[in-house]
């Protein structure tokens, strides 16, 4: 008499071999020793990339939090950015403002124009400058003079450096300043000015080893 259902008492050592299982057999993942859909449960091998995200995995992305392959963001190389000096003396008369005029010594994106002073970048975003320089006065003996090295944006000053001589013997003095600020990558741009106030005289100045620094922070 055939048997019309099996049941676990008709399987010897109540074991099924892997054999006799159709391979379209619906077997709950519940009925298995091991859940072969859970990570935790991988003993051995690969995961492929494309189970772990989406997108693309290669030698050039990375796997983001939110499971996206992605390229990692470019090596940050400040720039736009400007480095201009001169070891020149540039005249400043007595109560007189002048750019100061500076040789272009780096500039990957030719921002800077020589002719002008002035350092306009085409990327938004906030920058950081600094600039130094040495104040000489001509007038010789006991001598009251200040002078001030300034920073401008857009012909407007944004910080200032201030040098005050009352002495019968120093006439010279280095000063710098530093700022970082907005720029809208289009029209704004930087420049230098020194201005001379001799209140003994009417004596000029000369400032010299002058040199401005620039460079791009943060994108906007």
């Known amino acids: 008499m055939a048997l019309s259902k099996i049941t676990n008492l008709s399987i010897l050592d109540d074991t099924i071999l892997n054999a006799d299982v159709n391979s379209s057999a619906a077997i709950a993942l519940s009925k298995l020793a091991t859940d072969p859909s859970n990570a935790t449960n991988l003993a051995s091998g690969t995961v492929p990339t494309a189970r772990l995200g989406s997108g693309t995995a290669s030698s050039s992305t990375f796997l983001r939090g939110d499971q996206t392959y992605a390229a990692p963001a470019s090596s940050a190389d400040l720039t736009p950015a400007c480095f201009a000096y001169t070891s020149g003396s540039i005249a400043n008369a007595h109560n007189t403002s002048v750019t100061l005029l ?119």
Do not use: R
């Open 102 to 220: 500076l040789a272009e010594q780096y500039d990957p994106d030719s921002a800077y124009d020589a002719s002008t002073g002035k350092f306009t970048p085409q990327t938004a975003g906030v920058y950081f400058i600094s600039a130094y320089s040495t104040a000489q006065v001509s007038t010789s003996g006991s001598i009251v003079v200040v002078d001030e090295l300034k920073i401008m944006k857009n012909g407007s000053q944004i910080v200032k450096a201030t040098i005050s001589i009352e002495d019968s013997v120093l006439n010279e003095c280095t000063c710098a300043c530093n700022y970082t600020v907005s720029m809208n990558g289009s029209s704004d741009y930087f420049n230098l000015e020194g201005s001379h106030y001799n209140y003994t005289n009417t004596d000029a100045m000369n400032w010299t080893q002058t040199g401005m620094s620039i460079f791009l922070i943060k994108a906007d």
